[in-house]
C-alpha cells in the first residue's frame, strides 16, 4: 500500500533561514508526489509536484523539493523562510492502484519567527 | 480562472441531524473529489467521481453518507444522521482530465461540528 510520512509534527525556523520539511515515501513502482500548504480556514493550495525528471522540482512562492529515490523522500526545502510561509504543509502520493487518490501525511506545521 | 467553490463554509449541527455540503469544480474539470479532514490528520478520500460517475467509494460510510454529481458538474456531500466523528473539514477537490500527472485543486473546505 502507497503511504507517506512526515516524521516531524512541527518545525520552527528563524525568519531568513533555510527551511526543510521532511517527507519519506513508500509506494510501489516509480512515485508520483506532490506538496500541498493549507492556511487557518482555507483549503490546501498546491506548491509543487515530481513526476518523472529531474530530481530538484521548483514550485509556488519559491519552494523547492528534492526527489530522493535511495532515501525514499521528497523533502520541502526554501532557502530563506518568510514569516508568511508559517502554515500547515502536506506531503502526498498519487494511489497507483484503480484511482488517483491522493494519499496524504499527518502534515508538519511550519513557524516561521521574525 | 475561479478556484473550487464550496459552501457553506462552516456548519454545526447536534447528532443525528442531516446536513448537506455542496461543491462547484474549476470549469472544465471532469473529475471530482470528497476528501474528509479530521483534525490532526490529512484529508482521505471519501468518494471520486469521473464526470457523473463514481470511480471510487470505498471509504464512504455508504449507511449515512452519500453524494453525487447528477449533471457531471457540482456535486452534494450528504451526511444523514450525523455522528460526532463526522467533524471534520469536508473538502473538494477537482482536476481537468485523466493524465496520472494532472494536479487536484481543493476548495476552501466546509468545516462541520457535529454536537
Known amino acids: 500500500a502507497q503511504s507517506v510520512a512526515q516524521p516531524e509534527d512541527q518545525v520552527n525556523v528563524a525568519e531568513g533561514n533555510p527551511l526543510t520539511v521532511k517527507c519519506t515515501y513508500s509506494?510501489?513502482?516509480?512515485?508520483?508526489l506532490f506538496w500541498y500548504v493549507q492556511y487557518p480556514n482555507r483549503g490546501l493550495q498546491f506548491l509543487l509536484k515530481?513526476?518523472?525528471?529531474?530530481?530538484l522540482v521548483k514550485g509556488s512562492y519559491g519552494f523547492e523539493a528534492e526527489f530522493n529515490k535511495s532515501q525514499t523522500s521528497f523533502h520541502l526545502k526554501k532557502p530563506s523562510a518568510l514569516v508568511s510561509d508559517s502554515a500547515l504543509y502536506f506531503c502526498a502520493v498519487r494511489d497507483r492502484g484503480n484511482t488517483d487518490k491522493l494519499i496524504f501525511g499527518t502534515g508538519t506545521r511550519l513557524q516561521v519567527f521574525p | 480562472e475561479a478556484g473550487v467553490a464550496q459552501s457553506p463554509r462552516y456548519k454545526i449541527i447536534e447528532k443525528r441531524q442531516s446536513v448537506a455540503f455542496w461543491c462547484n469544480p474549476i470549469?472544465?474539470?471532469?473529475?471530482l473529489y470528497w476528501y474528509q479532514q479530521i483534525l490532526g490528520q490529512g484529508p482521505k478520500l471519501l468518494i471520486q467521481f469521473q464526470n457523473n460517475g463514481v470511480v471510487d467509494d470505498s471509504q464512504l460510510p455508504k449507511d449515512r453518507f452519500s453524494a453525487e454529481r447528477l449533471k457531471g458538474v457540482d456535486s452534494t456531500l450528504k451526511i444523514q444522521p450525523a455522528k460526532l466523528e463526522d467533524s471534520a473539514v469536508y473538502l473538494c477537490a477537482s482536476r481537468q482530465g485523466q493524465g496520472s500527472t494532472d494536479t487536484q485543486y481543493f476548495g476552501p473546505g466546509t468545516r462541520l461540528t457535529v454536537l
Open positions: 470549469s472544465g474539470h471532469a473529475t
Open positions: 509506494v510501489s513502482g516509480n512515485p508520483y
Open positions: 515530481y513526476i518523472t525528471g529531474d530530481n
